[in-house]
């Protein structure tokens, strides 16, 4: 865990009520998908625990949505205003135990840590399929930066206004990716309806709401099947089989 100061490098709207924020520091960033970052905003005493979505050289880019005062807080800030962060936060997802091709299912804001996952098991040689839920279709962010990547989107949305109309589960169903692991990020139901429906290994990222995010306070923790687990500092991810649903 380090602490730093980071800068607005730009903070804009990319979907209903969703932000993609940069943020640049003066020293290089050594994060990997999966872990968050925990953001002091000015006048909350509680910090606010945001996934890596990407890392650059000196920075990185997260995704937000405005559900709360200091989510609200955030998209009015302006580039150039500094943010205290602690970087490093939490275990992250292993790309390293998938053995050749991955199935990453993202709901919702669930789509930003999967991002960085993609881009490190491609370097690893691993072949990538990705499967993104919304509700509607001015909810859907991140699609056009995957394929970007040359990796195969499928999309669902509750409405049927893109692509396949449902759950994720239905567009796994109907794309038909091929895979021998999943990783997950989502709403607990949907990551709930993807553990049970796939029988490969996979890991999932569950939030819980933090207190100190850094492994002190204890208050997320969690029942899993290895006992009690403290969201921020033994996961947000964790397998599959050891979340108790
Ligand atoms: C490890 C981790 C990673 C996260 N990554 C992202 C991310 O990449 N992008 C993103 O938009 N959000 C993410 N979140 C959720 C984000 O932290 C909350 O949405 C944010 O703290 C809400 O702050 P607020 O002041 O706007 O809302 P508040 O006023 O504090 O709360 C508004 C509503 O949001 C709910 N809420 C608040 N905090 C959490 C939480 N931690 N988990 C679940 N529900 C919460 C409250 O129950 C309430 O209903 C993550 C949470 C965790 C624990
Ligand atoms: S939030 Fe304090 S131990 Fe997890």
Same mark, same amino acid.
């Given at each position: 865990m380090?602490?730093s100061?980071?800068?607005?490098?730009?903070?804009?709207?990319?979907? *209903?009520?969703?932000?993609?924020?940069?943020?640049l520091?003066?020293?290089p960033?050594?994060?990997r998908?999966? $872990?968050?970052?925990?953001?002091?905003?000015?006048?909350y005493?509680?910090?606010?625990?945001?996934s890596?979505?990407?890392?650059?050289?000196?920075?990185?880019?997260?995704?937000?949505?405005?559900?709360? +005062?200091?989510?609200? &807080?955030?998209?009015?800030? $302006?580039?150039?205003?500094? @943010?205290?962060?602690?970087t490093?936060?939490?275990?992250?997802?292993?790309p +390293?135990?998938?053995?050749?091709?991955a199935? @990453?299912?993202?709901g919702? @804001?669930?789509a930003?840590? @999967?991002?960085?996952?993609?881009?490190?098991? /491609?370097?690893?040689g *691993?072949s990538?399929?990705?499967?993104?839920?919304?509700?509607?279709a001015? +909810?859907?962010?991140?699609?056009?930066e995957?394929?970007?990547?040359?990796?195969?989107?499928?999309l669902a949305?509750m409405?049927?206004? =893109?692509?396949?109309?449902?759950f =994720?589960t239905?567009?796994?169903a &109907?794309?038909r990716?091929?895979?021998?692991?999943?990783?997950?990020?989502?709403?607990?139901? /949907?990551?709930? &309806? =993807?553990?049970? &429906?796939?029988?490969t290994?996979?890991?999932?990222?569950? +939030?819980?709401?933090?207190?100190?995010?850094?492994?002190?306070?204890y208050?997320?923790?969690?029942q899993?099947?290895?006992g009690?687990? *403290?969201?921020?500092?033994?996961?947000p991810v964790?397998?599959?089989?050891?979340?108790?649903?």
């Amino acid at each position: 865990m380090q602490k730093s100061l980071f800068s607005i490098k730009s903070n804009d709207p990319v979907a *209903r009520d969703t932000y993609r924020m940069v943020l640049l520091t003066d020293r290089p960033v050594t994060m990997r998908s999966g $872990q968050f970052v925990d953001i002091a905003l000015p006048e909350y005493y509680l910090r606010r625990p945001i996934s890596v979505s990407d890392t650059l050289p000196n920075g990185i880019v997260l995704y937000y949505k405005v559900v709360g +005062e200091g989510t609200r &807080a955030m998209s009015g800030m $302006q580039p150039g205003m500094q @943010l205290d962060l602690l970087t490093g936060l939490g275990s992250g997802f292993h790309p +390293e135990k998938c053995r050749e091709s991955a199935l @990453l299912v993202g709901g919702g @804001l669930g789509a930003a840590p @999967l991002f960085l996952l993609a881009r490190e098991l /491609m370097n690893l040689g *691993r072949s990538v399929s990705v499967v993104l839920g919304f509700n509607r279709a001015d +909810e859907i962010f991140l699609a056009e930066e995957f394929r970007s990547l040359g990796l195969p989107v499928h999309l669902a949305t509750m409405d049927g206004s =893109v692509g396949t109309k449902g759950f =994720v589960t239905d567009a796994v169903a &109907a794309g038909r990716p091929a895979f021998d692991c999943f990783y997950t990020c989502g709403p607990l139901p /949907m990551m709930k &309806a =993807v553990c049970r &429906a796939l029988d490969t290994p996979g890991e999932v990222s569950l +939030e819980e709401r933090m207190g100190c995010g850094a492994g002190f306070c204890y208050g997320c923790s969690i029942q899993t099947a290895r006992g009690p687990q *403290r969201v921020c500092a033994d996961g947000p991810v964790f397998d599959k089989e050891d979340v108790l649903w």
